[in-house]
T-cell receptor, first 113, second 111 residues
Framework: QQQVKQSPQSLIVQKGGISIINCAYENTAFDYFPWYQQFPGKGPALLIAIRPDVSEKKEGRFTISFNKSAKQFSLHIMDSQPGDSATYFC????????????FGSGTRLQVQP | DGGITQSPKYLFRKEGQNVTLSCEQNLNHDAMYWYRQDPGQGLRLIYYSQIVNDFQKGDIAEGYSVSREKKESFPLTVTSAQKNPTAFYLCASAGGGGELFFGEGSRLTVL
């Protein structure tokens, strides 16, 4: 059972454009929603994360928008750069219990110069 | 440097062989995790451990085994019972804040 659905599978954006990746979750007990960035052959690294008590969080060019009633959250990358080309994963977890992250299937982003 | 060290980076296995992937962390984290990554499927949880001498099955534990004898170490054994072991394996640890820190991964190929 896929508890976190991510779209699109791949995305091509021009340099300077906005990249938008969407995720939807099913388990209403999730209370931690991070985004990870992964370069080829490397492990994922935390990019930005949000908890459900806020609707938006911004760090530099990266913004998470969170809609609790719709059970959806999204990553916006403003002024996308070629160096942002990577695979992005959304994830969700419950802070109590096993605390393991459930990941989306990933979005491969390519920013063209 | 604080972090997660996985070894080997690349590993080849013949059919029917067991192999063990190493994961060491010096972040003083209690929780450690093993994920498997296949193209187009994201990361799937194999096993996790929240404390020394205790571990739990994740979503795809069949054909794998782990141990947690030391806080710093969480090795994963891929047994011959795992039907499709070729994959990229990622180890992670977590402190109290919930953020997972990942190693560089180990790529296993069955010949």
């Amino acid at each position: 059972q896929q508890q976190v659905k991510q779209s699109p599978q791949s995305l091509i954006v021009q340099k300077g454009g906005i990249s938008i990746i969407n995720c939807a979750y099913e388990n209403t007990a999730f209370d931690y929603f991070p985004w990870y960035q992964q370069f080829p052959g490397k492990g994922p690294a935390l990019l930005i994360a949000i908890r459900p008590d806020v609707s938006e969080k911004k760090e530099g060019r990266f913004t998470i928008s969170f809609n609790k009633s719709a059970k959806q959250f999204s990553l916006h990358i403003m002024d996308s750069q070629p160096g942002d080309s990577a695979t992005y994963f959304c994830a969700a977890s419950i802070r109590t219990g096993r605390r393991a992250l459930t990941f989306g299937s990933g979005t491969r982003l390519q920013v063209q110069p | 440097d604080g972090g997660i060290t996985q070894s080997p980076k690349y590993l080849f296995r013949k059919e029917g062989q067991n192999v063990t992937l190493s994961c060491e962390q010096n972040l003083n984290h209690d929780a450690m995790y093993w994920y498997r990554q296949d193209p187009g499927q994201g990361l799937r949880l194999i096993y996790y451990s929240q404390i020394v001498n205790d571990f739990q099955k994740g979503d795809i534990a069949e054909g794998y085994s782990v141990s947690r004898e030391k806080k710093e170490s969480f090795p994963l054994t891929v047994t011959s019972a795992q039907k499709n072991p070729t994959a990229f394996y990622l180890c992670a640890s977590a402190g109290g804040g919930g953020e997972l820190f990942f190693g560089e991964g180990s790529r296993l190929t069955v010949l």
